[in-house]
C-alpha cells in the first residue's frame, strides 16, 4: 500500500513504506501470513495510514520458532566463538548506526514518537547491542569449582530459540534491550512486536540479513496480540520468554509459558512517584518533572505519575509544574519545534480522556485542565498535559493511565511520604528529591520497587539493572551484566579424582 503522507520522507523510508504488505521474517525469509491476513498501521501524529503489514498466524509463529530452533543447531551461530559472533552483532550496529536518519524516522511515524527522542532510542539500541557484546567477551566459558577429591566445574551455553514480545511505545529501543544480550550469549530469538508500531522491527529483521546474521538467528512475526503473540507465548518449542507490557497480558503470557514450564521474564506497567522535600531548587525540580510526564507524551512504563510535594513548598511548586506544563508545545512528531506528539492511538486518547473524567467523578481537583489537543493541519491524536490533584484514594492515582498525567498531594515528613509511596501494587520506579544525601539514599531505599532514582526521573545507564518487582515484572529485569548471564544455561560437570 503506498503511503500518501505529506512529509519529507527520506527516500529509503518513503521506498520501505511503499513496498507492502510487508511481511514477517522467518528463517532470513520474507514470509506472507499464511491465511493472507493483513492489518494497518497509522501516524498517530495525522491519522494516515503509514504502511499494509501481514498478520502472522499460529502455524506462521511455529515456522519461526522451528527456524530460530534449526538456526541455533545447524548454523555456528551458537558454537561461534564470542568474538566471532560479537563481529556479526557489531557489523548490525555499525549498520544501524549508518541508518540512523532512516530508522528514527519510521520509529518517529510509527510510534508519534518526536524525532529526537526516536534518533535517541536508536542511538541506545546501538549502545546496548555493543555493551553486551563487549561483555560477552569476558564471561568464561568454564568455571572452575574447588571440590575436595573432585574435578570440577561450570560449562555455559546458550539456551536455544528464545521469544520476545514488545509492546508499542518504546519498540526499536526495547528489542535492543531484549534480544541483544540474548544474542550475545549465542541464542537466536523470535520477536513479536506490538500491532500498533511494527515498522521498525520488520525493517531491523531485513536488515539483520543484509548484515550476515544467518538466517533464522533474527525472526520476526508481526500481528495482534490475541493470535501471534498467544501463539508465540504457547509455543513448547521455546527456552525462554520474555515480554514487555501491561500487567494483565503479562499474567496470560506467565500462565501460558509455565504450562510448557519456560522461564518467563516480565517487564510490566507502573505507577511511579516522585517525592519532593522542602530543600529542592523549585524551579529546576519542576522543569525535570514537567519533562518525564511529556517525555514520550507519558506513555512510558516508569513514569512519575504521582507527585508528593512536602507540605511546605506545595503552592509554590504546584505553581510552578503548572507553568511549564501550560508552555509545552504539542504537535506532530515530525514538526520542528514540537515537544510532546501524539499518543499512539484513538484507543489510547480514550484511555486518557477516560481516565480523567473518572478522577473528577471520584472527586480529583483540576489543577491543569488536560483534555484533547487540536495540532493545526493535523488530524492525529493528541492531548495536552494535565495535572490533578488530591486524596491518592483516586482512580486516576491508583491506575497506570499512561499518557501526559500526573497526580498531586502533599506530605508531611519522610515515613508518611514512603508509606503513601509504597501504597501501591506496582513496583517499578520512582524518585526522591532533596539535597541532602542521607535522606535521598534512605528514602531510596526504603521506597519498595525495582528502581529508586535520586533528583532524576527516568535513568536508565548501561550496567544498572532496569526491572519491577510485585505487579510490575518479575525474571531480574534487563540492561546489566545479570541480565547477559539470563541467557546462558549452566551445567555442572563433575568427576571423581
Ligand atoms: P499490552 O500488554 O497490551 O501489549 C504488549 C504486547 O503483548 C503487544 O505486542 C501485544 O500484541 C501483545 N499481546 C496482547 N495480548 C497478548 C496475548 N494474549 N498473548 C501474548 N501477547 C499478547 O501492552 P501495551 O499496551 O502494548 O504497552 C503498554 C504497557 O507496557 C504498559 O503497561 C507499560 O507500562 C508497559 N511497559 C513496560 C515496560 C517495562 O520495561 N517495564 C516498558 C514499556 C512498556
Keep these: 500500500m503506498a503511503t500518501t503522507l505529506k512529509f519529507d520522507l527520506l527516500p529509503e523510508v518513503a521506498d520501505f513504506l511503499s513496498k507492502g504488505p510487508l511481511e514477517g521474517i522467518v528463517g532470513g525469509q520474507a514470509v506472507a ?6 492489518f494497518t498501521t497509522v ?10 503489514v501481514h498478520a502472522m498466524q499460529a502455524d506462521d509463529v511455529d515456522r519461526a520458532v522451528q527456524a530460530a530452533a534449526r538456526a541455533f543447531t545447524s548454523t555456528k551461530w551458537a558454537r561461534l566463538s564470542p568474538n566471532d559472533r560479537g563481529a556479526m552483532l557489531h557489523r548490525l550496529a555499525d549498520e544501524v548506526e549508518r541508518r540512523k536518519p532512516i530508522i528514527a524516522q519510521i520509529e518517529s511515524l510509527d510510534c508519534g514518537k518526536v524525532y529526537a527522542q526516536a534518533a535517541g532510542d536508536v542511538q541506545n539500541f546501538i549502545d546496548t547491542m555493543r555493551y553486551f557484546v563487549e561483555m560477552s567477551l569476558h564471561v568464561e566459558p568454564r568455571t572452575t569449582l574447588a571440590v575436595p577429591r573432585h574435578e570440577a566445574w561450570t560449562a555455559r551455553r546458550p539456551w536455544g530459540p528464545c521469544a520476545f514480545v514488545f509492546p508499542w511505545n ?58 501471534t503473540g498467544a501463539a ?4 513448547p518449542g521455546l ?14 503470557v506467565a500462565t501460558a509459558c509455565g504450562a510448557n514450564l519456560v522461564p518467563v521474564k516480565l517487564e510490566l506497567g507502573g505507577k511511579g512517584a516522585a517525592v519532593v522535600f522542602n530543600d529542592v531548587d523549585i524551579d529546576d525540580t519542576a522543569t525535570k518533572l514537567a519533562q518525564a510526564i511529556t517525555f514520550h507524551t507519558g506513555q512510558v512504563c516508569c513514569d512519575a505519575t504521582r507527585w508528593l510535594i512536602h507540605e511546605s513548598i506545595y503552592p509554590e ?36 480522556l477516560g481516565y480523567l473524567e473518572r478522577g473528577l467523578a471520584e472527586g480529583a481537583e483540576v489543577v491543569l485542565e488536560g483534555g484533547p489537543a487540536e495540532v493545526s493541519g493535523r488530524n492525529g491524536f493528541y492531548v495536552k498535559p494535565a495535572l490533578l490533584a488530591g486524596s491518592l484514594n483516586n482512580v486516576a492515582a491508583r491506575e497506570e493511565i499512561f499518557g501526559p498525567v500526573a497526580y498531586l498531594t502533599s506530605f508531611r515528613d519522610e515515613d508518611q511520604a514512603v508509606a503513601m509511596v509504597n501504597d501501591t501494587d506496582y513496583g517499578l520506579a520512582n524518585s526522591v528529591w532533596t539535597t541532602d544525601p542521607a535522606r535521598a539514599s534512605r528514602v531510596a531505599e526504603a521506597m519498595v520497587a525495582g528502581n ?6 527516568n535513568l536508565f545507564p548501561h550496567g544498572v539493572p532496569y526491572g519491577g518487582v510485585n505487579k510490575s515484572g518479575m525474571g531480574g529485569g534487563v540492561l546489566s551484566v545479570d541480565t547477559l548471564m539470563d541467557y546462558y544455561r549452566s551445567t555442572s560437570v563433575v568427576r571423581p579424582l
Excluded at 232 to 235: E, K, M, R
Excluded at 241 to 249: C, D, H, K, L, W
Excluded at 322 to 328: M, W
Aim: with cysteine; net charge neutral; hydrophobic share 40%.
Design 33 to 38: 501470513s499464511s491465511k493472507g491476513e493483513t
Design 43 to 52: 501516524d498517530p501524529g495525522s491519522g494516515e495510514v503509514l504502511a499494509e
Design 170 to 227: 518504546f519498540p526499536f529501543l526495547l528489542a535492543g534491550w531484549g534480544i541483544s544480550p540474548a544474542l550475545a550469549a549465542g541464542n537466536t530469538v523470535v520477536i513479536k512486536p506490538a500491532e500498533d508500531t511494527p515498522l521498525s522491527t520488520i525493517y531491523l529483521g531485513r536488515l539483520a540479513k543484509e548484515v550476515g546474521i544467518p538466517d533464522g538467528v533474527i525472526n520476526v512475526v508481526p500481528g495482534f496480540g490475541e493470535t
Design 232 to 235: 508465540l507465548a504457547s509455543h
Design 239 to 252: 527456552k525462554r520468554m520474555s515480554f514487555t507490557g501491561s500487567p494483565e497480558v503479562g499474567r496470560l
Design 317 to 352: 511548586m504546584v505553581n510552578a509544574c503548572t507553568e511549564k506544563l501550560r508552555r509545552v508545545v504539542v504537535g506532530h512528531e515530525l514538526d520542528a519545534g514540537t515537544q510532546m506528539g501524539p499518543v499512539v492511538s484513538e484507543k489510547q486518547r480514550k484511555r486518557v
Design 452 to 457: 529508586s532514582w535520586i533528583n532524576a526521573h
